[in-house]
């Protein structure tokens, strides 16, 4: 079964710092992995998707690397802003049969003025 | 326009209720899901429709109904719930449900609370 794990749940940083968000997964027979933002009580909103077949997708001051073979992905946030907070979830969708995600626990970001 | 939208944005029901949650969306997508999310956990996928017709039930009680009137509606039937049951109700949509490349696009949620 797939397991998908993400570190650190909890993040802290000053406004300006970049950072890493790091997702890894336990099976490699995945056709993508998706970023989300979820702020609280909201919904999710899709950051990034990385096909199997890619390296990494940039959008923004967001930066998503994925490495298949090693069962990891990060998320890397440049110029953090207060707005940036939220919780990011990484979520992967196994390949064959339908589009459904399996989603890590995430990682809570509060960025601070 | 990428919106999925959900009604009502919160419901407070007791056990003896029956309520429905809505979902729409006006992309044309093919595939509608239910997810369920508690507090400070992933969501969990609870149902997967695909042109209309259910494609996933991931071992849902029978009290949680899904219905999908057409390609841009998806419903939620609630009957005898539980307390346990309370939390957020995210509905999404992709293109497709077996798409290779979708995206899958999240409404805002319902936040259920049974008493």
């Known amino acids: 079964k797939q397991e998908v794990t993400q570190i650190p749940a909890a993040l802290s940083v000053p406004e300006g710092e970049n950072l890493v968000l790091n997702c890894s997964f336990t099976d490699s027979a995945i056709y993508n992995l998706q970023w989300f933002r979820q702020d609280p009580g909201k919904g999710l909103t899709s950051l990034l998707l990385?096909?199997?077949?890619?390296r990494e997708q940039t959008s923004g001051r967001l930066n998503a690397s994925l490495d298949k073979s090693s069962g990891r992905s990060t998320l890397y946030i440049a110029a953090s802003q207060p707005g940036d907070s939220a919780t990011y979830l990484c979520?992967?969708?196994?390949?064959?049969?339908?589009?459904?995600?399996?989603f890590g626990k995430g990682t809570m970001l509060l960025v601070s003025p | 326009d990428t919106e999925v939208t959900q009604t009502p944005k919160h419901l407070v029901m007791g056990m003896t209720n029956k309520k429905s949650l809505k979902c729409e969306q006006h992309?044309?997508?093919?595939?509608m899901y239910w997810y369920k999310q508690k507090a400070k956990k992933p969501p969990e996928l609870m149902f997967v429709y695909s042109y209309e017709k259910l494609s996933i039930n991931e071992s849902v009680p029978s009290r949680f109904s899904p219905e999908c009137p057409n390609s841009s509606l998806l419903n939620l039937h609630l009957h005898a719930l539980q307390p346990e049951d309370s939390a957020l109700y995210l509905c999404a949509s992709s293109q497709a449900a077996s798409g290779l490349t979708d995206t899958q696009y999240f409404g805002p949620g319902t936040r259920l609370t049974v008493l």
């Open positions: 992309m044309g997508h093919r595939a």
């Open positions: 990385i096909q199997s077949s890619q």
């Open positions: 979520a992967v969708r196994l390949t064959g049969g339908y589009s459904t995600l399996t």
